[in-house]
């Protein structure tokens, strides 16, 4: 699969998210139907998790760490995952209460709820893995930037046998919902841990 990354680095000031984005949109190679251009960057969402609709605002108050991809990703979306779940594991129990994993999902034709929650709880049961209709998934993208597009194989025939192209960007969002910073699947725990408490202090 294409790994599909941007200029990423651990941290960025507000003010260079939106040149960071269009650069790693522009890396794609593809169609980029989900931008929105110069308009802000995140917003509050509603989707569909095993425990019924979990909109962004329940975490009022909370971090959130949210990152969109696929459980058919071959490496970008496990590794990305498993560094998130390292890094709730190295924070301590009272840091820890106040952070959330978000997991979305660009395949929603694939990733049923079920399908998702299973594949979030894998690497860390503070993760909640999140599905919907096509139409929801892409709004919820274009309000955060996120590019995403469908791609076969050229030896494929099967009509399910297609990867995701996706931006690998984690997302870390604040206690009013709003984006304070970006890191890549790069992002080892520890700089992702890092990244946390300087929100919380």
């Known amino acids: 699969m294409r790994k599909v990354t941007g200029a990423c680095s651990t941290s960025f000031t507000m003010s260079m ?10 890396a794609c190679n593809g169609r980029d139907d989900q931008s929105t251009g110069g308009a802000s960057l995140g917003g509050d969402f ?3 998790a095993a425990s019924g609709p979990v909109s962004l605002h329940d975490f009022r108050g909370r971090l959130v760490l949210a990152y969109f991809g696929y459980t058919h990703c071959p490496d970008v979306c496990p590794t990305t995952l ?20 978000l997991f979305i999902s660009v395949d ?16 860390h049961p503070g993760i909640i893995g999140l599905s919907g209709t096509k139409e929801e998934v892409k709004t919820v993208a274009r309000d955060y930037q996120v590019y995403f597009n469908k791609f076969f194989d050229q030896d494929s ?3 399910d046998d297609y990867k995701m192209a996706h931006a690998d960007h984690l997302f870390l ?3 009013n919902g709003a984006v304070v910073d970006m ?8 700089d992702i841990v890092a ?3 300087r929100q919380l202090r």
């Open 183 to 190: 890191m890549s699947h790069h992002t080892k725990p520890e």
């Open 173 to 175: 969002i604040d206690g």
């Open 17 to 26: 998210i939106a040149i960071v984005i269009a650069a790693s949109l522009t």
């Open 195 to 197: 990244a946390v408490r």
């Open 82 to 101: 498993a560094n998130v779940g390292a890094a709730l594991d190295m924070l301590d129990e009272a840091e820890r209460v106040k952070v959330q994993g």
């Open 157 to 159: 025939e099967a009509d």
């Open 46 to 48: 509603t989707l569909d």
């Open 108 to 123: 929603p034709e694939r990733d049923t709820v079920e399908v998702v929650t299973e594949y979030a709880r894998y690497f």
